[in-house]
């Protein structure tokens, strides 16, 4: 039937047409349904020049990239998905996505990426899925996440961040997963904020992996959620000393107190004192200064009550003996006689044993 055949027809003309439209970068493979470029696994270390503007997937996974040039995506507004994983990347140019204001998963996964810049990711509101694992990232710039109200799933996994800032964080409202797992992390002061921020977090809904820390050496393996908020108490003292006068702050450096009440030690050593000058010490000055009086009190009381005993002891020692005194008096009064042949007795006995 002609229809058909003009369907036919038509239908190769709009594919011809959406083929010539979509032209594929050589030795890149492409789906132009879904406006795809795939150049992954081809040993390349450079984005090919030749991309077609309206690409919304472009995948460049396994490559050899490690430099990107400023400009390499400025033609690629239409861009959604964007997937740079398993290549050599350190460093990334601060306008490098600038252009990109339909982007909404960016993969960075397994790099070597050191550093972000607090801007890079300014243009990328819509921007909900972000993969930065395994880099070797050790700092997140507070303000980088601050444009990013759209971002739903983050992973910081295998890097070598010790702290991350409750700031940083606070922008991502709309944040329900957090891969943290991996990383160096010291629990200590700096970290306390960011908890405060991951119990809420995890209150909203949110899910967020383990954070095992590494330090102190005392909380090592622990997951920093399942730390109890008391054993950060001592830094707001380090807040208050802070704000309030700067006394005897002159001392060595301050060892991170010992918070493990779990760990129980088997010898009779005491627990470990922190150093000179800790705040923890001065935090526990006013108790030991109330048991120093209770002390007091107690050894007062003690003392009186001995003093009242023995002056009891001794009055009645008195009375005892002048009570004995007085009846031996009467005793011999009543009794003149026994006594004086009890002499005489003795003065015969005296006399035989003369004799
Ligand atoms: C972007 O497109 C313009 C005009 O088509 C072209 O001159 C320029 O080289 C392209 N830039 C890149 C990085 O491909
Ligand atoms: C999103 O992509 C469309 C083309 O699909 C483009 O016209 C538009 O400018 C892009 N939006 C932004 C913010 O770049
Ligand atoms: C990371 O990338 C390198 C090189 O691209 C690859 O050899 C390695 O297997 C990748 N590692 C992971 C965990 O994906
Ligand atoms: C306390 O003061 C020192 C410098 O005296 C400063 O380096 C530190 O960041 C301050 N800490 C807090 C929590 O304000």
Redesign the pocket.
């Given at each position: 039937m002609r229809w058909q055949e003009a369907c036919l027809l038509g239908c190769w003309l709009s594919l011809c047409a959406a083929e010539s439209f979509f032209a594929c970068p050589s030795s890149c493979k492409c789906n132009s349904g879904i406006l795809e470029v795939d150049c992954s696994g081809l040993g390349l270390s450079s984005i090919p020049s030749d991309i077609p503007t309206?690409t919304r997937t472009f995948l460049f996974l396994n490559n050899k990239l490690s430099i990107l040039p400023g400009p390499v995506f400025s033609n690629l507004?239409?861009l959604q998905r964007l997937d740079l994983s398993n290549n050599f990347l350190d460093q990334l140019p601060q306008n490098i996505f600038s252009?990109?204001?339909?982007l909404t998963e960016l993969q960075l996964r397994n790099n070597s990426i050191r550093a972000l810049d607090k801007d890079l990711l300014q243009h990328t509101a819509l921007l909900r899925q972000l993969d930065l694992s395994i880099n070797g990232l050790a700092h997140i710039p507070s303000g980088i996440f601050d444009d990013l109200p759209a971002l739903r799933s983050l992973s910081l996994r295998s890097n070598r961040l010790q702290s991350l800032d409750r700031v940083t964080f606070e922008p991502l409202t709309n944040l329900q997963q957090l891969q943290v797992g991996d990383n160096p992390w010291e629990c200590d002061c700096n970290l306390r904020d960011f908890k405060h921020w991951m119990e809420w977090f995890s209150y909203r809904g949110g899910k967020i992996d383990q954070l095992a820390c590494t330090l102190p050496k005392e909380l090592k393996g622990k997951d920093m959620r399942m730390v109890p908020m008391e054993m950060f108490n001592y830094c707001s003292q380090l807040d208050d000393e802070n704000s309030s006068t700067v006394l005897d702050n002159t001392g060595p450096p301050c060892t991170k107190g010992s918070p493990t009440p779990s760990k129980t030690k088997l010898g009779p050593e005491p627990e470990v004192e922190p150093s000179v000058g800790c705040p923890q010490k001065q935090r526990y000055r006013p108790v030991s200064v109330r048991r120093a009086i209770g002390t007091v009190i107690i050894a007062g009381v003690v003392c009186g009550i001995v003093c009242i005993m023995m002056v009891v002891a001794a009055a009645y020692g008195c009375i005892y003996a002048s009570l004995m005194a007085k009846y031996h008096r009467e005793l011999k009064k009543r009794q003149p006689l026994m006594g004086d042949t009890e002499g005489e007795h003795e003065e015969q006995k005296q006399i035989s044993s003369v004799a």
């Open positions: 309206n507004s239409a252009d990109l204001g339909n």
